[in-house]
């Protein structure tokens, strides 16, 4: 059973250029988590989805991000006219369902905006 | 959310147990106790989680105070792979992935 997959590993864009980052979540799960980690802090929770639906978007930025985890394919996190700021390692979690249980979280995206 | 408070730094001598702190003042009843770790260049990865009672996995036990007011996460035997940031995070039962990291304990392990 394959763990939660995210590409790219590495992602390096130009100021003004769009980045689409791709999550798929382990077999069997429907919730998808997205977080990002700043230089040297911790995570920080952005967006909270299951198929087809924005649960809990309270930590995403109001303007140029975007989430989205459709009834087929990957869960995107998709970020418009990036910025300097958006620098970041962007971490996914997936699980099962809600209540007692742990996600499962991907190896992560590193964002790189020059 | 309620916050957690870990110290930033601890170091270990491999082979030894460490038992790693956490305060957590403003728990609620209905928050669960969730310790993760993180690897250079890693994603964060479970580790254990309890509610009321001590709870021992192959990775790790859990040790929960009375008040449910701390815990601590105790490795029996650290090892040089152990070292990493391990984070303390309160959680509810009704939203599995939300949640909220702070600094975390930078673990060192010398050999």
């Known amino acids: 059973n394959a763990g939660v997959m995210q590409n790219p590993r590495h992602l390096v864009r130009r100021r003004g250029q769009e980045a689409r980052l791709r999550c798929s979540p382990m077999?069997?799960?429907?919730?998808v988590y997205w977080y990002r980690q700043l230089p040297e802090e911790g995570l920080k929770f952005m967006v909270y989805?299951?198929?087809?639906?924005?649960?809990?978007e309270s930590g995403m930025p109001k303007e140029r991000f975007s989430a989205e985890f459709p009834k087929e394919g990957p869960s995107i996190l998709r970020i418009q006219q990036v910025v300097r700021g958006d620098s970041a390692a962007y971490f996914c979690?997936?699980?099962?369902?809600?209540?007692?249980?742990?996600?499962?979280f991907g190896q992560g995206t590193r964002l790189t905006v020059v | 959310d309620a916050k957690t408070t870990q110290p930033n730094s601890m170091e270990s001598n491999e082979e030894e147990p460490v038992h790693l702190p956490c305060n957590h003042s403003?728990?609620?009843?209905?928050?669960?106790i969730h310790w993760y770790r993180q690897l250079p260049s890693q994603g964060p990865e479970y580790v254990i989680h309890?509610?009321?009672s001590n709870v021992n996995n192959r990775m790790a036990s859990l040790a929960i105070a009375e008040d449910r007011k701390s815990s601590t996460l105790i490795l029996h035997r650290a090892t040089l792979r152990d070292a990493a940031v391990y984070y303390c995070?309160?959680?509810?039962?009704?939203?599995?992935?939300?949640?909220?990291f702070g600094d975390g304990t930078t673990l060192t392990v010398k050999p």
């Open positions: 979690a997936s699980s099962p369902f809600l209540g007692d249980t742990e996600a499962f």
């Open positions: 077999k069997g799960h429907s919730h």
């Open positions: 989805l299951q198929k087809e639906n924005i649960i809990d």
């Open positions: 403003t728990i609620s009843g209905t928050d669960y």
């Open positions: 309890g509610l009321t």
């Open positions: 995070i309160l959680r509810k039962n009704t939203n599995a992935g939300k949640s909220t």
